[in-house]
């Protein structure tokens, strides 16, 4: 049963190989955001990298309402959602010269993404749904546009107008509102989830990059092991329990406020989320190559910096969705970032291996034993 008030959730099918498709090809952008912060560790590269992955991420999440709305079994459906991800394949080409050359190639590539997504949505996603969209559809053309000229223009004012197309598309939402959306639980905690379990491999193929060419000696495995413990510790976090109560309270929300809560969790959390990943995985590839010199400040505050914003997004997560026991991860956030010293004074190796202790620590700690989530769980069905 659900919560007094709230309705049947919608129903909706799994995650489709289509939308699998389009994670890849989605990820492909993460891939070149980690690649552009690992040659410029600086902090215009990390703004930089910020604001393309809040530009980014923010389409990104409404091509997963978007299937979450529409069948993807209709010929022109599926058509439509190919050519959107063209669009993302079009500006994740352009990443790494997004700011020296290639911006507009990065416009143009979101331009068609919006621009897809708007029409898409208008068409087949029923008549509430096209009634929000086109309350939303100004601000993410007028902030695509943004970036057209911003990346035409380049220099300074790209930087502003990136910006201010950043700034507006995260907050219209919150504005003119989302009421209109209904959310499928189930499709789309797992379709968020899909794409969180790929952005962590990214780490992982960090550790490889980071590997290729060097001797294979055991200074080499230890490193490289514990880089792959440290995005095992990541995946613990999320997945280990908190997506399957994610759903439950998704499910038991009346629909208004199911919309509310999936853009702040899912949106403003999970970006948080991903920029950790991202920064994780840099700073991974840069101990990887080092692992028992010290570390500069810049790849072990990325390195440490990525573990605390990563659980601070977790924390977040719950938080919104209020699944409880969070205190732990906050508390390893905070512990994370005092690794530093570990990297910059003793070693990458040390840095790392703290991290991996930390965030299982956080982890573990973070999640309630059996008792306590069959309790949740016999709540949840009385409620």
């Not at 709230?6 to 890849?24: C, I």
């Not at 573990?364 to 306590?372: D, F, L, T, V, Y």
Request: include cysteine.
């Amino acid at each position: 049963m659900t919560a007094a008030g709230a309705p049947a959730a919608p129903t909706s099918e799994r995650v489709t190989t289509l939308e699998l498709f389009f994670d890849l090809v989605f990820v492909f952008t993460i891939t070149q955001l980690s690649a552009v912060l690992a040659h410029d560790l600086s902090w215009e590269g990390i703004a930089h990298v910020a604001v393309m992955l809040g530009l980014i991420w923010f389409m990104y999440g409404g091509y997963v309402w978007l299937t979450n709305a529409i069948a993807l079994d209709e010929p022109l459906n599926r058509t439509l959602l190919l050519a959107g991800m063209c669009g993302y394949f079009i500006l994740a080409l352009a990443i790494p010269g997004a700011f020296d050359g290639s911006g507009l190639t990065f416009g143009i590539g979101y331009l068609l993404v919006v621009g897809v997504h708007a029409w898409l949505f208008a068409r087949a996603g029923g008549a509430d749904a096209a009634h929000a969209i086109l309350r939303l559809a100004p601000s993410n053309v007028g902030s695509a546009a943004l970036v057209l000229v911003g990346g035409a223009i380049g220099g300074t004012a790209q930087i502003v107008l990136w910006s201010v197309a950043f700034v507006a598309e995260w907050v219209v939402p919150k504005i003119v509102g989302n009421d209109d959306f209904d959310v499928a639980p189930a499709h789309f905690v797992e379709r968020h989830g899909l794409v969180v379990i790929v952005a962590i491999g990214e780490s992982v193929v960090a550790i490889g990059i980071g590997a290729a060419e060097l001797a294979i000696d055991a200074e080499l495995v230890l490193v490289a092991v514990l880089g792959l413990l440290l995005s095992a510790g990541l995946w613990w976090t999320y997945f280990g329990g908190d997506d399957e109560r994610a759903e439950r309270a998704l499910a038991a929300l009346p629909r208004r406020e199911r919309a509310h809560a999936a853009l702040d969790a899912f949106g403003y959390a999970h970006l948080a989320l991903l920029l950790g990943i991202i920064c994780l995985a840099v700073g991974l590839k840069k101990a990887t190559g080092h692992a028992y010199d010290p570390l500069g400040t810049g790849p072990a505050l990325t390195l440490a910096g990525g573990a605390a914003l990563f659980l601070l997004g977790d924390v977040w997560f719950r938080a919104v969705l209020h699944i409880r026991r969070s205190a732990p991860r906050a508390l390893g956030a905070l512990v994370a970032l005092a690794t530093i010293p570990l990297g910059t004074e003793v070693a990458a190796v040390a840095q790392v291996a703290a991290l991996v202790a930390v965030v299982a620590v956080a982890a573990m700690a973070g999640a309630p034993g059996r008792a306590s989530a069959r309790r949740l769980e016999a709540r949840a069905a009385i409620s």
